[in-house]
C-alpha cells in the first residue's frame, strides 16, 4: 500500500528557497511534483523516473531540482528562487507501473509573499 507524505512546505520571501520532501512509496516507475493555486487547475512541475531522469516544466526549469535518496525511499523538490506565482499546494505523485496506478499525497502549502 501506498501512503504518500508531502513535508517542507511555508511562508517564504521571494527569492527564497524551501525543500519539499515525498516519502511513502517503495518502488516507483515515476514520481512527479504538481501544484495548485487558489481557483487555477492542478499543474505538473517536474518528475522523475525510476533510472533517474528528470524533466521539469518549462516555468521552474534552473530554479526547482527534483531528486530522491534510493535507500531512504524519499524524494525532493528543491526550490531556488521562489517567485509569488509559485504558490499554491505542492502534492506527490507516485506512478508505480508505466501503464498507471498512481497516488497522490495530501499536499504541503507553499507561500511565497513578502
Known amino acids: 500500500q501506498v501512503r504518500l507524505v508531502e513535508s517542507g512546505g511555508g511562508l517564504v520571501q521571494p527569492g527564497g528557497s524551501l525543500n519539499l520532501s515525498c516519502a511513502g512509496f517503495?518502488?516507483?516507475?515515476?514520481l512527479g511534483w504538481y501544484r495548485q493555486a487558489p481557483g487555477s487547475q492542478r499543474e505538473y512541475v517536474a518528475k522523475?523516473?525510476?533510472?533517474?531522469?528528470?524533466n521539469y516544466a518549462d516555468s521552474v526549469k534552473g530554479r526547482f531540482t527534483i531528486s530522491r535518496d534510493k535507500i531512504a525511499n524519499t524524494a525532493y523538490l528543491r526550490m531556488d528562487a521562489l517567485k509569488p506565482n509559485d504558490t499554491g499546494v505542492y502534492y506527490c505523485?507516485?506512478?508505480?507501473?508505466?501503464?498507471?496506478?498512481?497516488?497522490w499525497g495530501q499536499g504541503t502549502q507553499v507561500t511565497v509573499s513578502s
Open positions: 505523485n507516485v506512478r508505480l507501473t508505466m501503464n498507471g496506478d498512481d497516488y
Open positions: 522523475i523516473f525510476h533510472e533517474d531522469t528528470t
Open positions: 517503495e518502488t516507483m516507475f515515476s
